[in-house]
């Protein structure tokens, strides 16, 4: 019997192929105003339409023959963390990926993680590949990245260190904001050091892409440099990614 296709959604998109990532599945818990919400108030998906909608893909493609190398959780437009049932959706997308696709890694980029919750750090350890930005080495720097209050860059920095198993992501860039001196990067690399991260993606715009509004990139030779003093200082995997995918 063929399994029907879903009709297009922004919740769940591919398989496509991604670098790093390789064949993969987006699952998107931060896309706003779905007709499926939580509630009024709260316009991200219920729990339990994530779920469904994942397992008759996911059960679609596996006797379709398809080979996936990744189920990715992103948020589109808030961070996955912030999902307020991200532990429940975890859980129920680690079972079917046991199921449907075992040798595939669940995998998660969150851009501004909420890891004050216990049960998202506890969520996080579910996954394969976690992957958090974190590219400030100072508190002044990564207030000016995120637009948070500069305590939280503290706080951040203590959490990821709590985590068994992180990968942590990075844009370097220059302009109105600058990520790239000496200084931030001996800061950010004595961070990694207590983070002790898996792996690490760095990236950069293109530094002859300069618009008025937008950062600039770093030349690659400073860029080399960097991946340089992550293998010396840290000793994780590091992978230079298009910007545009980071």
Known sequence: MTVPALSPSALLSGPET??????????????PDSTLAI?????????????????RELMRLSKGGDKLKSILVIGSEVDPTQHPAFKEITENLRELRNKWFPRAKLCLISNDPDLERVEVRLAI??????????????????????GHKSTRFRQLAGHLESLDRVSIQACFVRGTVDNSTDSEI????????????????ISSPNPRKRGKDLPWGIPIGRLKGIVEQIGDRIGAEVTVVDAENS
Do not use: H
């Open 18 to 31: 991604l670098d790093p990532w390789g064949a993969c599945v987006r699952i998107d818990l931060g896309q």
């Open 39 to 55: 509630s009024r108030e709260n316009r991200l998906p219920r729990a339990s339409v994530v779920v469904t909608m994942a397992a």
């Open 125 to 146: 350890g579910a996954y394969d590949r976690p992957m958090i930005r974190f590219e400030a080495g100072t508190a002044r720097t990564f207030a000016r990245l995120t």
């Open 186 to 201: 001996e800061g950010w690399l004595r961070r990694l050091q207590e983070v002790e991260p898996k792996e690490v993606l």
